[in-house]
């Protein structure tokens, strides 16, 4: 048998709720573990696959309710979920306008 590598990203800590889900499914997954990256506030996920179970099915043991309470994203490759977690990094970040007002809030304090 061979697997296939599945990245979850959520808004909140799903990872509980979501591998109670799948353990309960007759579906071959195994849980994985991403490390400590942490690009931004979401949380993340992997699980390998059964290379014969379709996304679909997975997304559908894992059910539509799950999936919209934290607006579960899945990445069927590794590029595809640091190239989203990327984008969210830059639409993150603070802009020039940002951090001159914050410049100017910080001075008119003192």
Not at 11 to 16: G, H, M, T, W, Y
Not at 24 to 47: K, R, V
Not at 52 to 77: E, M, P, Q, V
Request: net charge negative; charged share 30%.
């Amino acid at each position: 048998m061979a697997w296939s590598t599945i990245y979850i990203t959520g808004k909140s800590d799903f990872r509980k709720e979501v591998r109670e889900k799948i353990e309960s499914s007759p579906l071959d997954i195994m849980p994985g573990h991403t490390g400590t990256f942490s690009a931004n506030e979401n949380i993340h996920d992997l699980y390998w696959v059964d290379e014969n179970i379709s996304l679909k099915d997975f997304k559908h043991a894992i059910g539509s309710k799950l999936i919209w309470k934290y607006r579960l994203a899945f990445y069927a490759t590794f590029e595809g979920f640091i190239e989203d977690q990327n984008k969210q990094l830059k639409t993150a970040a603070l802009t020039p306008e940002d951090l001159a007002l914050l410049e100017e809030m910080r001075t008119s304090v003192r």
